[in-house]
Structure formats: structure tokens, C-alpha cells
């Protein structure tokens, strides 16, 4: 393993343009390094990509700052949940930062990811075309096999990266549309980030076969160490690679959160403070690339604090620029129901009967009265822009949804037509 | 506020399972105690039930506690989740046919703590974890209940049960009626639904609207730890499919409930406050929003009646009809969206069966046809608030 001894941390490089401040611990040095995998990769009906991994120094220092990025943001999560300032519930990913930067590294920002709620730092790692925020649990791989099947569809020679848990992995819409994506070659690769627990159950008390790479059973699986952010870079280019050729892949990414479930659950009734604690110091994937950078001279162990210390400022930062935010007026509730355009005049504004005529109804009546004049024998559709079964919504009834739609407008926030 | 009971005979008796030729041995339990909450069945015209009974009329006390004469009060204190487990605890010794499945129930005690210590109790079989399959395990809970056993499904969520929804509909909604009457299905499905606190979209469904037209199931909301406990002993022992609904806001109520056994009816509608000028129908969590309001109401002179419909499906028309005999006013509010909710079916309900008795249409105060938002103002924006139960009374009593 070749390793070099030339010091190249350019201290002073500026980062992009954003809203945080000055990141250093940059270099542009890309002289390249390769590097072992913590544990071999074992496949299913496929013969393995190499433990050796090809990174620079620049690769390694931005993993380390993005996950760096990543820790620190789901800590002052934490933070801001007991504060009440974050709400509802908060699933944490602090544990997981490999899977998302080193699957970052081996795509490009025109492939898709789409993953469930565990989701706040694939988001920031990512480009685009990230979809996120599912919270019902499998729900999102169908989907991602769709953005697949549009893939193919366009030719595009991307790929999406359908993201899951070890729980999510036993819903039946998993293997759904896993049989579609291989039937036509779609190029989804479906990623299980198996933490080991579904909240309080442990993988062995959901699944007969806790080995999610190889359910997929036809299609092809890899397991990987979700603990090595390079492994995961390895595991992501090979799958995207094969699955532009050759349809759906599986890989098992093995990682695991030091945070409970979500902030309502404890986390600790379900396993040991021992568990959490040995993976934290056998396994954490910031430890193990900061010890990558280290052993490789690419900065000083007060550099790497440093920057940590820089990171923890700029989160700061970012809350205290979110905390002075607005929130959303009363007249954004019904923003983004439907998408205004053909056929929704109507219900734009309530979502559903009106009392009064929309514009377009007004100026269709007309059309609609000489349609009828004209007794056309085929029915009119919306396409015909007078349609009748439009103007039935707006036939004026004294039902008691009137009554209730002119009382629920006093209470209303701003309903006026936009 | 003590339930009517008389004194339970325990007796041995076998009871033979469905009439069909799989069967499974049969068990031993004890007969059905005789204990009804108030009266006998209610007249429903729609449905054709008979009528019979009188209402008694019963105000659920949630008094403020004094630490000095809690100990002399009959009865003990606790929070709603604690009655669900008690009700719960009370059927699984009776009857070893009731079991209970869904996620994080067993060793977790689940999501909500409803089910807390009866894995180690009952075991692991009667309180099974199951994987987040919910359309497969809860029809498996269907395929169990056709056998002779007596399923109740937890949905973490009541969102989650979505995917569960053909299980639900043509499975344990369907089959009583498809089988010609060979299988009875007596599952209970439960879970926490409704707007909690910025919970988001998918977390904040009301699935009473989407199957309340399920023919075949029953649907009952609980409010309170008193009537959460009865009516989760009575979905239970029912015969037929009954979704209980429960709301992730209520599981820590605190009220005193009575040490006796007792059962409530599933059908039956709960007066909370008894009033002459309007009558306002609700159920689950706005029944706290009505009571807000009543306070402000009763200040303002007015004196609304209130009455916390309970059931669902079918709707105690009778109840309800007598109370719009009285007051002539009707104002609904429920937590279901606008459309196709429960309030829609009880307004055409109500004007169907009570038309000439009503000085006004009936207003219905329903959330926003909006998905759930996640920001705490428009999520206030979308359900309806104390400020507007008390403006639709000023002006449906004008």
C-alpha cells in the first residue's frame, strides 16, 4: 500500500460560495492513494468488486469534513428537539455518515436517491436530485424504481439509488418492485442501510434471513462495511456500474446508530450501552478516516480538531440564521395541494365545492349552453375546455356544505382565488 | 359516574367454535358477564334496529383532584394508555383466544406503552412483534380470527394501517358476508391517528373518513381513559371487525375510573354536557376543543349540549336524534377533513332523519382539505380550533 509522506493541507482555500463560513482543511492535491477496505465485500451472485480502493487526499479530507458536517448537525438536532424547536419526531443518522458520503463520491449529481426519513444528511451530501422526507417505511422503493424506470426510458445512463432499512426490508412492495426492475433491466440499485434494529427490533426477530443482500435471491446483492466510507464508495460505483448494464442490484450497507429510533425512543431498552459504545470506538467512520488522514500525513491531529471546532461554529451558524426564519403565513395553507393549471380552477382554493363560479366557468358557460344547444352526441371532456360535469360542481345547492363552507370561511385564512 | 353492574356469575362453559368444518379445540371460558354501561340497543332507522331503552344521561366527571379526598373516592386514577392496557390485561385473562399483534408491541411494550408488560406476562405468541408488514399481518390476524381466535391489531400509526386497507375492506369488512355467515372475523384494529404536534402528513391521517364505508366493521373513537377501557373490552368481546380509534394527543389524560369490572356499548353515544340552545356532536380529540369552547360559550350565556358521539359506525341516531328534538341546532365538529368525512355522512344522516325538527342547517366544522403541514401555524390553520366552535355557535343560535 503506497503511502505518502508529502505534507499537502492547503490551509487557506476558501470554500464555494454558501451561506457558512470559510471551511479550510481543503486541498486540491489528487495524487492518488489506494487503500484497503476494513473487510472484504461478499457478494451474491456476483463475483465482488477488489478491497482496494483508489482515493486522493482531497477525497479523504472532504470526508472528513462532510461527516465531520454531518455529526455535528444531527447533535445539535438532538440539541433542538429537547429544545422544542424541532418538532414532530427526528430520526438521527449519526452513526450512518459513511453510507451517504461515500456514496456521494462514486455518483453524479444527475443520479437519483431517494430514501425514507432517516434523511438529513444524504441531503446534504447530495446533489439534486434527492428525494426524501418518506414516512412511511418501504413506501419510497417503489418509487425509486420508478425514477428508474424513467431513467431508462430517457436513456440517460443514470442510475437511483433506492434507499431502505433492515425494517423497511420486510415489506412486500420491497420485492414488488424488485421483480419489475428485473424483469426490465431497470437500473435501480437498492441500498439497505441495515442499522440492525427496525426501532426495537432487532433484525434477527423481523427477518428469517437477516442477509438483505442475498433476498433479492435473482438479483445480484453486495454486503458491504457501512462503517468505511470507502468501501462504500466502492460498493456504489460497481452497482451503478452494473446496473447500467445488467438491471437491479442489492447492496447491504452494514452500519448503525448511536441515536435511538427517533428522539422519542430512548434507544437503549433494546441493547446494550456496551453494544453502542464498542461499535463507537471499533467502528465510527469519522475515527476511521481521520486515522486514514493521519496515517497518511494529510493533516495534524490539531488540525483535524480545528476544523471540527469550524464545523461546530458554522452549525451554529446556520441554527441561529434558521431560528430568525419566518414562519409560513396562514394564506400558505393550501399552497401546493394541486398545481394550478388546466382543470383545477375549481379546486384550487378549498380543495373541494365552491359556492360560486370560478372565472373560467363563467366564461365557459357560454360554450357549455351552446354545446347543449347543439345536442352533441359525444361527451364533453375537460379537453374540450366547457365541460359539463365542471359546471354540475357549481350548481348552487343548499346543502348543508354550503352552510358550512360560508361559516368555515369567516375562520378561514385567506381563501381568495390564486 | 359507576357503571350499572350486577354480580358476575363465573361458570365453566365450552364453547364450540364457528360452525365450519376446520375447527379448532374448543376452549373453556368463563360466560359473558352481565354488564351493560346504560341501556339497551338503539334505534338506528336507516339501519333498521330496533328501539328500545331511554337515554340516562351520563357527564363524564374530569374534576380536579384533591389529594386529601383522593383516597375516600371510589375507584383509581389513570391515563388513557393505562386504561387501554387495563382493558386489554382484563380481556387476554378472560378469554386465551385474545391476542394482540403489530409492531413493537411485545418487547418494546409498545410505541405508545399500551401493551407494556404483557409480553412478559402472556408470552411472546400472544404478543407478537411483528416485522412492518402491516397488509400481511393483518391478514394474518384475519385468517386467525376465522379460526376462533380473537386478533387485535396494533397499528403504530393508524396512517400505516393504509397499506393494510384491502385486508381490512374485503377481508375482515367483506368475508362475514361472503362466507354466507361461516366465518365471523372478531378482530379489533387499534392504533393512535388523528393531528398530533407537527407530526407532518403521512403521520397525521384520520382514517375514520376513508373507512367508514366499509360495510361490515364497526367504528368506535374513545376520548376518555373511561371510555377507552370500555369500549376496548367491548371491541373485543364484539363478534364483529371494530376499528378503535385512538389519538396520539390523548394517551395521557388522567381520570378516575371505577375498580369494578365494566363494559360500555359500541354503539352508543356519550352526553358530556347536557344543554337546551345548540347541540354540538363530537368525537376523540375535538371533544376537548368543544369543552374549551363551551367554557367560553357558558360565559357568553349560551348553553350548548354536548354529546361525544363515540361510534362511528353506525351513528346512535337515537341519542343524537333526541338531542336535535330538543335543541333544534346542530353543529359538528370533527378532525376529518371536509370532504367525505364523518361529519358529512352525520350531516346527511341527521337531515335525513330529523329534517323537520331543525331550525337551521347543520354546520360542520371539519379540518382543512389539505395535507397535514408540518409548520406549527398552518398546522393550527388546519384543524378546527376552540375560537371557531364558538363563532359558528354565536351565529347558528342568532
Known sequence: MAQLTRRSVNLLKPFSASVFATRHLTTSDTTPITVETSLPFTGHKIEPPSRSVETTPKELLSFFRDMALMRRMEIAADSLYKAKLIRGFCHLYDGQEAVSVGMEAAITKKDCIITAYRDHCIFLGQGQWVLRGHGIVGAQVPLGCGLAFAQKYSKDENVTFAMYGDGAANQGQLFEALNMSALWDLPAILVCENNHYGMGTAEWRAAKSPAYYKRGDYAPGLKVDGMDALAVKQACKFAKEHALKNGPIILEMDTYRYHGHSMSDPGSTYRTRDEISGIRQERDPIERIKKLILSHDLATEKELKDYEKEVRKEVDEAIAKAKECALPDSSELFTNVYKKGFGVEILQSLGSDQSEPSDTQINNRELVVQNALSERSTPIDLAGGGSLARHQHVLPTATHRQQSCHVNRHQCPNNSRH | ?398
Open chain 2, 1 to 398: 359516574m359507576a357503571a350499572m353492574l350486577r354480580s358476575v356469575g363465573v361458570a365453566s362453559a365450552s364453547f364450540p367454535l364457528a360452525d365450519h368444518s376446520n375447527k379448532l379445540s374448543t376452549f373453556s371460558v368463563c360466560s359473558l358477564p352481565v354488564i351493560r354501561s346504560e341501556r339497551s340497543p338503539i334505534s338506528d332507522p336507516i339501519r333498521g334496529t330496533r328501539m328500545t331503552g331511554k337515554v340516562i344521561t351520563k357527564a363524564v366527571a374530569a374534576q380536579a383532584e384533591n389529594a386529601a379526598s383522593a383516597a375516600s373516592k371510589p375507584g383509581h386514577e389513570l391515563l388513557l394508555f393505562e386504561a387501554l392496557r387495563e382493558g386489554l390485561e382484563e380481556e387476554m385473562d378472560r378469554d386465551p383466544r385474545v391476542c394482540v399483534m403489530g409492531e413493537d408491541v411485545g418487547h418494546y411494550g409498545g410505541s405508545y406503552k399500551v401493551t407494556k408488560g404483557l409480553a412478559d406476562k402472556y408470552g411472546d405468541l400472544r404478543v407478537l412483534d411483528t416485522p412492518i408488514a402491516e397488509n400481511s399481518f393483518t391478514g394474518m390476524a384475519v385468517g386467525a380470527a376465522m379460526t376462533g381466535l380473537r386478533p387485535i391489531v396494533e397499528g403504530m400509526n393508524m396512517g400505516f394501517l393504509l397499506l393494510a386497507f384491502n385486508q381490512i375492506s374485503d377481508n375482515c369488512g367483506m368475508l362475514h358476508y361472503t362466507s354466507g355467515g361461516q366465518f365471523t372475523i372478531p378482530t379489533v384494529i387499534r392504533g393512535p391517528g388523528g393531528v398530533g404536534r407537527q407530526l407532518g402528513a403521512e403521520h397525521s391521517q384520520r382514517l375514520e373518513s376513508y373507512f367508514q364505508s366499509i360495510p361490515g366493521i364497526q367504528m368506535v373513537a374513545c376520548s376518555t381513559p373511561y371510555n377507552a377501557k370500555g369500549l376496548m373490552k367491548a371491541a373485543i368481546r364484539s363478534e364483529n371487525p371494530v376499528v378503535l380509534f385512538e389519538h396520539v394527543l390523548l394517551y395521557n389524560l388522567k381520570e378516575r375510573i371505577p375498580d369494578e369490572e365494566y363494559v360500555l356499548s359500541l354503539e352508543e353515544a356519550e352526553m358530556v354536557r347536557p344543554g337546551e340552545h345548540v347541540t354540538i356532536l363530537t368525537y376523540s380529540r375535538m371533544r376537548y376543543h368543544v369543552m374549551q369552547a363551551a367554557k367560553t360559550l357558558v360565559n357568553k350565556g349560551y348553553d350548548p349540549e354536548v354529546i361525544d358521539i363515540r361510534s362511528l359506525k353506525p351513528f346512535d341516531l337515537y341519542t343524537i336524534g333526541n338531542s336535535v328534538k330538543k335543541t333544534h341546532r346542530v353543529i359538528i365538529v370533527e378532525e376529518c377533513m371536509r370532504t367525505g368525512g364523518i361529519g358529512a355522512s352525520l350531516t346527511a344522516a341527521i337531515n335525513e332523519n330529523f329534517h323537520d325538527y331543525l331550525d337551521a342547517p347543520i354546520v360542520c366544522l371539519s379540518s382543512q382539505d389539505v395535507p397535514t403541514p408540518y409548520a406549527g401555524t398552518l398546522e393550527e390553520w388546519t384543524v378546527v380550533q376552540p375560537a371557531q366552535i364558538v363563532a359558528a355557535v354565536e351565529q347558528i343560535c342568532q
